[in-house]
């Protein structure tokens, strides 16, 4: 039984009636350009052309995670995104696999919170085999109930290999802890149990409802013609009858729904590790909040490299830990900020104290100028850099179309964190800082050890 897309009887001349396309963004050398042309049904259609590269980068983003999970579907969204990859009505999982590699390109995807993208990287002479491979998977999936049963296996492989890694698992323990159980406190990969408990019919069903043509962004960068994408996609989607409600379109960016975070909660998974892994951190913003590029000139000072201040005052200054760092996370309606560090349990309070102290610290007076400046010249080059590549060319516009409904140019994301100022460092570390931190740690601790870890957020 096919899971994917069932035409209709409306015609493909009526669907190409409804097409709109616009330039978005037109690079400082007049090629490297933007486009985006909306298809009927809904469906978003990204490009950003460099002709001087040789390589291309297609993907689909669809706007589903594991937030739109019920508690008994945990982990149905991931699950998904593994069985995509099984089969269609066209090709098999080998056909899937082989078709790329016979290329010499790659190709993979990955679930988060909010969003899931399928993407292969290939030649530009092989981008109509990436999309049409790409496409086939999105929407003539099989979803056999063979397929789900061998995969349950694979996926509670991933899940036990999330929870052998201390240092990846506090953090979804750190979620847990400051969402609860919630969609966004629940694990992306979902539990032993509800991956266990799914079936066939409930994967499909979710399929179905979230695999909308309204709810996708599909993105090209690299040496592509955008016209040329779009057609081919086009003539993707509509052999498999996704394209037919040309009154349809697309879905708004997430808004969420004010997620509830705890303040001053403390989790401890008990593990005999040979280090401890802690994450401290509290509220941090959405990722349309505009204090956010405050926000990352901030995260950069504390946390975010060998000159930050956690990283001076844990590993070089005392040598209390090899990986120390802060980082920030938003959300359509929230965010987290935290710092994590992996010690010898025995030096635990010890890090907590000295990470506590500089957050404080910090809150209280915010940041040196010397200090703010070199932080915005490594966030940056890092933007910048980070940039370099076709994939993450097709990342950026594909989560921008997604997310945010809009693109920004490399030059106003610089202009935007060169504008940062201390006032502004100062207020958002206030706003960030000023909550009463919660704790996640996971590590051998000894009762007494344990009992203490309520300083690290009193």
């Known amino acids: 039984?096919?899971?994917?897309?069932?035409?209709?009887?409306?015609?493909?001349?009526?669907?190409?009636?409804?097409?709109?396309?616009?330039?978005?963004?037109k690079g400082r050398d007049g090629i490297s350009t933007v486009r985006r042309t909306t298809l009927p049904g809904g469906l978003r259609v990204v490009t950003e052309t460099l002709p001087t590269v040789r390589s291309a980068t297609f993907g689909i983003w669809v706007q589903v995670g594991s937030r739109d999970e019920t508690p008994a579907l945990n982990g149905a969204t991931h699950y998904l995104e593994h069985l995509l990859f099984k089969g269609t009505s066209r090709r098999s999982a080998l056909d899937i696999s082989s078709a790329i590699d016979a290329v010499g390109g790659e190709m993979n995807a990955f679930t988060a919170k909010e969003y899931t993208c399928?993407?292969?990287?290939?030649?530009?002479t092989d981008l109509p085999l990436a999309i049409d491979v790409v496409c086939d998977m999105l929407?003539?999936?099989l979803i056999e109930a063979a397929d789900v049963d061998a995969e349950r296996g694979v996926v509670l492989e991933e899940i036990a290999m999330t929870e052998d890694d201390p240092g990846d698992c506090v953090h979804d323990l750190f979620?847990?802890?400051?969402?609860?159980?919630?969609?966004?406190?629940?694990?992306v990969l979902g539990t032993v149990d509800t991956v266990n408990d799914l079936d066939r019919d409930r994967i499909a069903r979710f399929y179905k409802k979230h695999y909308d043509p309204r709810h996708l962004v599909v993105a090209a960068a690299g040496n592509v013609d955008?016209?040329?994408?779009?057609?081919?996609?086009?003539?993707?989607?509509?052999?498999?009858?996704?394209?037919?409600?040309?009154?349809a379109v697309p879905v708004a960016p997430r808004d969420g729904s004010r997620a509830v975070r705890t303040a001053g909660k403390v989790e401890l998974l008990d593990r005999r590790t040979e280090q401890a892994h802690v994450v401290l951190g509290m509220p941090g913003l959405s990722r349309t909040d505009e204090r956010r590029w405050a926000l990352g000139v901030l995260n950069t000072a504390l946390g975010g490299g060998m000159s930050s201040r956690l990283f001076q005052e844990v590993r070089?200054?005392?040598?209390?830990?090899?990986?120390?760092?802060?980082?920030?996370?938003?959300?359509?309606?929230?965010?987290?900020?935290?710092?994590?560090?992996?010690?010898?349990?025995?030096?635990?309070?010890?890090?907590?104290?000295?990470?506590?102290?500089e957050l404080d610290r910090v809150c209280a007076e915010g940041l040196g100028d010397e200090e703010i400046h070199r932080a915005v010249g490594q966030l940056s080059g890092s933007t910048v850099l980070g940039l370099e590549d076709t994939g993450a060319l097709m990342n950026r516009i594909g989560k921008s179309e997604l997310c945010w409904g809009a693109q920004m140019s490399v030059d106003e994301m610089l202009g935007r964190i060169a504008a940062v100022t201390p006032d502004d460092v100062r207020t958002v570390a206030r706003d960030v800082l000023g909550h009463r931190p919660s704790l996640s740690v996971i590590g051998p601790l000894k009762d007494k050890q344990a009992a203490r870890l309520d300083e690290a957020v009193s």
Not at 175 to 187: E, I, S
Not at 329 to 348: E, N
């Open 175 to 187: 979620a847990h802890t400051m969402f609860g159980d919630t969609p966004l406190g629940r694990p």
């Open 139 to 141: 929407t003539g999936s």
């Open 316 to 357: 070089e200054k005392r040598g209390l830990a090899y990986s120390v760092y802060s980082y920030t996370s938003g959300f359509a309606d929230c965010g987290l900020f935290g710092v994590y560090a992996g010690c010898r349990p025995s030096q635990v309070h010890d890090v907590l104290k000295i990470c506590r102290d």
């Open 1 to 25: 039984m096919t899971a994917g897309f069932q035409a209709t009887a409306r015609t493909s001349s009526e669907a190409r009636a409804v097409a709109r396309t616009q330039t978005l963004l």
């Open 118 to 124: 399928y993407y292969a990287r290939v030649l530009d």
């Open 226 to 247: 955008h016209a040329t994408v779009v057609r081919q996609v086009r003539k993707a989607f509509e052999k498999a009858g996704a394209l037919s409600r040309t009154d």
